[in-house]
Each structure stands twice: as structure tokens, then as C-alpha cells.
């Protein structure tokens, strides 16, 4: 590829001024974030109803403000914390959708793109650039929209597996050399460090992770440093599972999908994260629709999916999206890892959560969910579920078992008014 591409490059307000009112525009997310194209956006004055489709975006995020209400309209296809009050407040829009079926939404029309904000690396000397750290959904924008716009960041990592955008294809850009936005990795708390040890217990040698973010997956990460020959298919993964993989308790050998290498569909986390996955051919990075993909997890062994959740009911109800009717985050691939973990043989699905929130002034075990909670994983593909109090395995348990199960799980400050509660509610007497 000729240096001279560069001579082709406008400013970040002349790259988005190809937006026009009413488009449909993807914007890339995560660690990708492109950051100086979403501020340049947000500068201009004279749109009127474009719609931002979006997973998870890092950093600021300024068409979140009330002032771009009726100029910049978000969908969330999975929320983060800068567009909770904007949603609540009815500014924005929340989808809900399994992570697996977002890039069918794009090709089948559904949601039919006309601009792809992207941020990527320079192009190679073959001509294609890398979406980096986050694949997830922006392949499939990439390939869908009318016109791609992107940031390319001379700092950009240039990740393996399908993450190549033809340099082609990209109708305007910007150069930057900026750092990637990073993914603060927090202390675990008492009650992480407990679950995390009941979570690390589960997984067998030779098991194939799926994780998320946050500081209970952490802990289960960092406790599982003698493990043997794990392997690793997930839709992302941050900084924990760089030590498994630098301490040779990943191997990836016993895995039937991708054996030998990492997969999964995006990371967040620090830079050295970043500069992990720069160019290491063991970590493939792939479309959602393929890392989600239910009849592929099922293909691994002991696929050990360890996903959160906001609050589970006594019958193993699991919202996991919101609180109450207040839009937290999004259906992702919960989904998707519980039921692929199920199927796969000797697979452990596992939904974990500390037994209490508001510094401990609330139960998330519940006799009945909150009011407007979602449902994301029902209770019939709910299997095992921990706290800081222990594991538990509700498959083929019938709905008494289950809440005896849960309760022994709960805080024990609130044993007493859950089985009070379920008394009242099913006639069950719990001793």
C-alpha cells in the first residue's frame, strides 16, 4: 500500500459532513470507539433525525446530552452508563436483541445501514485495514453500509481471524494518533473473591471458557492459574485472560471450534490488552454471529459460560438487563453462552451474582423480580447459579427445589422473609 494514502485524509468535520438527516448510522464501539468523528458530529448544527446504532461505546459520548434530542437519535443495541438516563428519560431508544442476530439485522435490511463509523488501523501493504479490538457487529456494517466513514488511528491494533476492512471500501476518513480507550481493571470485593473460588471449583481441566467484564469473571480468571489445557471461545475477554494465556493454562487444544487459537468477537481492557492482541496469530477475532453461534459453542468441550445478572426470582427467573424498568445494559450474548454451554458436553452454564446490592441493602435473590424487569435467561435454561453463599444447580429441579435451592444461596440476613414470601405466594414450606 502507497504511503500517498495519507494525502487522501480531510479533517474529522469534513469526514461526517457526508451524514444527512435521517440516516441510519452504525458506530463502532468499545475500545473502538471513534471518538474525535462522534465529537465532530456532535459540533454540527444542522441535522435533523439521524439514528446511531450502537452496542457498548467508551468514552465520551457527546450526542448523549439533551441538546442533540431531535439531531442525533440512540439505539442501543446494549447500553452502557452514558445512555442509561438518556433512555429513562425517553432522549433514546433501546433494542432489544440477542448479540448473535445484530449483524443479520443489517444484511437482511431490517436495519438498513447508510453510513459505517468506524475506527481502524492503517491499511496494510496488502490495502486492508483492521477493525482491531472489536469485530462484534462492525463487520457486518462495514459490508452493509451505503458509505463508510472512518477514524484511522496510526495506533490501532491490527488483530487476526475476520477483522480486515478493504482500505477500498472506505469512502472518507481522518488520520489520528491517539491512545485506544481503556477499561479500568477495579480491586475485587470480599464477595467477588468468594464467588469467584466457587466459579474456579466448577471449571474442569480441558473446559472451554466463556467470559465477561467486570470484577466477578476477574476473580474466577485469577484463580484459575493451574488449570489445564482450558480453552477460550467467547464473544470477549480483558485483561484476566492474558495471564491464563501468558501462563500456559490456556492451550486451546481440546476445543472442536478454531482448535489452537483464542477466539472471540471483541476485548476491553488496558493497554497491555491492546497490545496483546496486536498481531498475535493464537487470538482470532470474529462477527458475533459466528463467536454466538449456538450450534458452534455446543461443538466445544465443557463449555464453562459465566455470565451476571441484576437479580433471579426463586423460580430461576434471571434479569439481567435492567432494573425495574430502567434500561442497565442489554441482552448481549447471555443467551446465546447459557444454552451453547448446555448443549455442549459436560458443559456448565452459570449465572453469578453477589446475593446483595445497595450496600447490602437489597436482595438480588427475590421472591418475584422488580416491575418491568426483563427476563433474559428464562428459568427453564437457567442450570447453575452462585454467590458469595455457594453454588447451586437448578436443572431438573421442580419450582420448591429451586427456591429451597436459591434461598440456601441468599444472603442469610433475608433466608427467613424468602421463605416467608414463598409461603405466601406458592404454599411451599421451606424448613
Same mark, same amino acid.
Given at each position: ?20 438527516? @435521517?440516516?441510519?448510522?452504525? =458506530? ?8 474525535? #468523528? ?8 444542522? #441535522? ?6 450502537? #452496542? ?16 442525533? =437519535? ?74 463508510? #466513514? ?75 492459574? !493451574?488449570?489445564?489445557?482450558? /480453552? ?26 478454531? !482448535? ?85 458436553? @459436560? @458443559? ?12 447490602? !441493602? ?17 428459568? /427453564? ?8 453463599? /455457594? ?9 420448591? !427445589? ?30
Amino acid at each position: 500500500m502507497p504511503k500517498e494514502w495519507r494525502s487522501a485524509a480531510a479533517a474529522a468535520d469534513e469526514v461526517v459532513h457526508h451524514i444527512r438527516s @435521517g440516516d441510519r448510522v452504525f =458506530v463502532h464501539g468499545a475500545a473502538a470507539t471513534p471518538t474525535p #468523528l462522534l465529537e465532530a458530529l456532535a459540533r454540527r448544527t444542522d #441535522l435533523e433525525g439521524v439514528r446511531l446504532y450502537h #452496542l457498548h461505546l467508551s468514552g465520551p459520548i457527546p450526542f448523549a446530552d439533551e441538546r442533540h434530542e431531535r439531531s442525533l =437519535v440512540s439505539n442501543s443495541l446494549f447500553t452502557g452508563p452514558a445512555l442509561r438516563r438518556p433512555i429513562a428519560e425517553g432522549r433514546a431508544d433501546f433494542i432489544p436483541v440477542f448479540l448473535s442476530d445484530i449483524p443479520a439485522l443489517f444484511r437482511s435490511g431490517v436495519i438498513a445501514l447508510d453510513v459505517a463509523l468506524l475506527q481502524l488501523s492503517p491499511p496494510d501493504r496488502h490495502g486492508y485495514c483492521s477493525l482491531g479490538p472489536s469485530v462484534d457487529a462492525a463487520l457486518a456494517s462495514s459490508r452493509t453500509a451505503r458509505t463508510v #466513514l472512518a477514524e484511522i488511528n496510526d495506533r490501532m491494533p491490527r488483530t487476526h481471524g475476520y477483522s480486515a476492512v478493504p482500505f477500498a471500501s472506505v469512502d472518507h476518513f481522518c488520520v489520528t494518533d491517539r491512545p485506544l480507550l481503556e477499561h479500568e481493571v477495579k480491586p475485587e470485593s470480599e464477595a467477588e473473591a468468594r464467588i469467584g473460588e466457587f466459579i474456579a471449583d466448577l471449571v474442569e481441566d480441558g473446559s472451554t471458557l466463556q467470559v465477561g467484564i467486570g470484577g466477578i469473571p476477574d476473580a474466577a480468571l485469577a484463580r484459575m492459574g !493451574q488449570k489445564l489445557e482450558l /480453552g477460550v471461545h467467547t464473544e470477549m475477554f480483558s485483561d484476566r485472560m492474558v495471564d491464563l494465556m501468558e501462563g500456559g493454562a490456556v492451550t486451546n487444544a481440546h476445543k472442536k471450534v478454531h !482448535q489452537g487459537r483464542t477466539t472471540t468477537s471483541f476485548v476491553a481492557g488496558s493497554q497491555r490488552l491492546l497490545d496483546f492482541v496486536d498481531d498475535n496469530p493464537l487470538i482470532e477475532f470474529h462477527p458475533c454471529d459466528r463467536t454466538n453461534d449456538t450450534s458452534l459453542i455446543r461443538k466445544n468441550p465443557r463449555v464453562v459460560a459465566i455470565n451476571s445478572a441484576i437479580e433471579i426470582d426463586l423460580t430461576g427467573q434471571v434479569c439481567a438487563d435492567s432494573i425495574g424498568h430502567r434500561i442497565f445494559s442489554g441482552i448481549g450474548g447471555q443467551m446465546d453462552f447459557i444454552r451453547g454451554a448446555a448443549l455442549s458436553p @459436560g @458443559g456448565k452454564p452459570i449465572i453469578a451474582l453477589p446475593s446483595t446490592a445497595a450496600g447490602g !441493602q437489597v436482595s438480588r435473590v427475590t421472591s418475584e423480580l422488580n416491575a418491568g424487569a426483563g427476563v433474559v435467561t428464562t428459568r /427453564g435454561h437457567v442450570h447453575w447459579v452462585v454467590t458469595e453463599y /455457594g453454588a447451586v444447580n437448578l436443572h431438573g429441579l421442580n419450582l420448591r !427445589q429451586r427456591a429451597e435451592a436459591l434461598i440456601s444461596i441468599a444472603h442469610p440476613d433475608v433466608r427467613a422473609d424468602l421463605r416467608a414470601e414463598v409461603r405466601e405466594t406458592r404454599r411451599f414450606v421451606i424448613g
